[in-house]
């Protein structure tokens, strides 16, 4: 135990914060510790020749709001290791609001022992760590509950955006509202060429296509409702987890804490799931239903909007579009992580029910009653109306015409209440 302290401390040696050592592990993390090339700037001029377009087309299809304090949507191309410092801005509030929650959640456990218990812990301490011998015991842990707050940050931070800087495209591959408008939207220039030349797509209509998404996201998580809402849902989710006790103590005897295996230790710390045995609690399981139906009408929403703008300037649209469906089916296991820990479960089943939905509506009500989801919080459709649109233009008051007599009605099941 005292090698395994020891180590853990010397992990953070020389980093001035954990924000800091977040930033070089998610840089390490995002590039496998090589050196990336700058981002050519004819790349950078190309791509805000691209955003013009995109921002004309989306707000012309949307009618929805694009500019922040006057000024007009912005994106930069940036390396990995460049979009990771930039999503650790971006999603700092939500890894704090992580940080603290577990850190409770270990002082409750550290709270929970009882004066026999730790006078047990007094007895042990001598032969399990020899270095610090004399001291004592429930001073030991409280001072590791403090120390362990600050260090998971940084591990959880660091580890979670190194592994989505490897894939994403850019600052939206997950639907989350940022922390503040005042920086420019971002994508992984490096991914997107990789990714082109992976499926023999041209390299532009791929950057085109990254923009238009990104900017679709950008105009429905702009609308102040659906931001708020979203922002209220994950935060709340961040902030209840709970310690499964039993777990804590298989995933700690499985560590080799004298061998000093700081992969091992990276992996704890940056998994809550494994490290402390965290496990989704009562109060989250009730907030997945209304977090899932959010994320996927948004994602169903941005995915039909950037179909009927993209296809019509783009000959392959087709091609692109397989292959983008692709590349969301066989997301790998790391990011499903990430996903999860931040309460989101962006799966093919969830996304195409969003995206039934919004189809649905375009088809019995057209394009204008789609757009008052965004005019209030109350108008957003709830997860059982997903699967009966025509419940939701009755509450929100659209008339739908109905079809001939002799047609057969597909009249959803009225929900229990």
């Known amino acids: 135990m005292g090698n395994f302290l020891s180590n853990l401390l010397g992990s953070l040696g020389g980093i001035s914060s954990q ?97 026999g218990e730790i006078a047990q812990l007094d007895e042990l301490l001598p032969d399990i760590a020899p270095g610090m011998s004399g001291m004592d015991a429930s001073a030991m842990f409280a001072g590791l509950s403090q120390l362990m707050g600050p260090m998971m940050l940084t591990m959880m931070a660091g580890s979670t955006v190194g ?50 998404n990104e900017l679709a996201h950008h105009a429905v998580l702009g609308v102040a409702h659906v931001r708020a809402r979203l922002t209220s849902l994950l935060g709340a989710h961040a902030a209840a987890f709970r310690a499964d006790p039993e777990s804590i103590t298989r995933q700690l005897s499985a560590l080799d804490l004298e061998g000093g295996e700081m992969d091992q230790i990276q992996q704890l710390l940056g998994n809550p799931e494994l490290a402390l045995g965290a496990m989704r609690s009562p109060e989250q399981a009730a907030l997945l239903p209304e977090i899932n139906a959010l994320t996927a009408l948004i994602e169903g929403y941005v995915d039909h909007v950037v179909d009927r703008v993209g296809a019509p300037m783009l000959v392959g649209y087709d091609q692109l579009s397989e292959a983008l469906r692709r590349r969301r089916v066989e997301t790998d296991q790391a990011i499903r992580f990430v996903e999860k820990l931040f309460g989101l479960e962006l799966t093919t089943d969830w996304i195409d029910r969003g995206r039934s939905f919004v189809d649905r509506v375009v088809e019995q009500a057209g394009e204008e009653a789609l757009a008052r989801m965004w005019d209030s919080e109350e108008h957003l459709p709830t997860s059982r109306e997903l699967d009966a649109p025509g419940l939701w233009l009755a509450r929100i008051g659209v008339e739908v015409e109905l079809p001939e007599a002799d047609t057969p009605l597909d009249i959803p099941d009225y929900p229990d209440f």
């Open 163 to 212: 592994q989505l800087a490897t894939r994403s495209f850019g600052s939206y591959d997950l639907p989350i509202p940022r922390a503040s408008d005042d920086r420019p939207l971002s994508i992984i220039a490096p991914n997107i060429d990789a990714f082109a030349a992976d499926w023999s797509l041209p390299p532009d209509d791929i950057r085109l296509w990254v923009c238009l």
């Open 19 to 115: 924000w800091d050592g977040a930033q070089q592990l998610a840089a390490a993390v995002a590039t496998s510790g090589e050196s990336e090339p700058n981002v050519d700037p004819l790349e950078r001029i190309k791509i805000e020749q691209l955003c013009r377009v995109a921002e004309l087309q989306i707000a012309g299809a949307t009618g929805l709001e694009l500019t922040r304090g006057g000024r007009p949507p912005e994106i930069v191309p940036l390396t990995r290791s460049q979009w990771s410092t930039d999503a650790l801005v971006a999603y700092r509030p939500l890894f704090e609001q992580l940080s603290s929650s577990l850190s409770t959640m270990m002082q409750t456990q550290l709270d929970d022992l009882d004066p």
